[in-house]
Structure formats: C-alpha cells, structure tokens
C-alpha cells in the first residue's frame, strides 16, 4: 500500500506495474483507493518469448558498436 503523497512521486513507475497486471493499493484521508488493469489478461499471455540464450527474441544482447566490432574481426580473420 502507498500513500496519495507516495504515488504522485512515483505516479509514471506505478502506472507501467499496474499495465503489467498489478493491483495498486492508495491511502488517502483515511480511504483505501485500488488501482487495477481494466482487463489483466492471462499470466501466461503476459510472458516473453525467450530463445535458449535467454535472450528476448529479435534481441542479441549487443549493442551495435560491439556488434560491428566483432563483425569486423571476422573479416579480417576470415576475410568474409
């Protein structure tokens, strides 16, 4: 639970939890306020696809310097 004061300092990072399916409980005046999703969805539906890596898919875990940086010791190692 937070409080009115709590939420709107944090208001951007309580919205992004509550759009992942989270409940937010707000004090204020002595009332308990909930934030919900409109439609939650499934757990499931919710999950990240993931190849072995662990690696979200389309995401090879390198930035594009060290990306054309490897690329280019190929090519020169390989001359491809």
Do not use: C, N
Request: aromatic share 4%; no cysteine.
């Amino acid at each position: 639970m937070t409080t009115a004061t709590q939420l709107r300092k944090t208001l951007f990072r309580v919205l992004d939890d509550v759009a992942q399916g989270q409940e937010v409980e707000i004090s204020h005046k002595g009332a308990t306020l909930r934030i919900v999703p409109a439609s939650r969805g499934s757990r499931l539906a919710r999950l990240i696809t993931r190849d072995e890596s662990g690696l979200a898919a389309g995401d090879s875990g390198w930035d594009a310097a060290a990306q054309a940086e490897w690329e280019a010791e190929q090519k020169e190692l390989y001359g491809a």
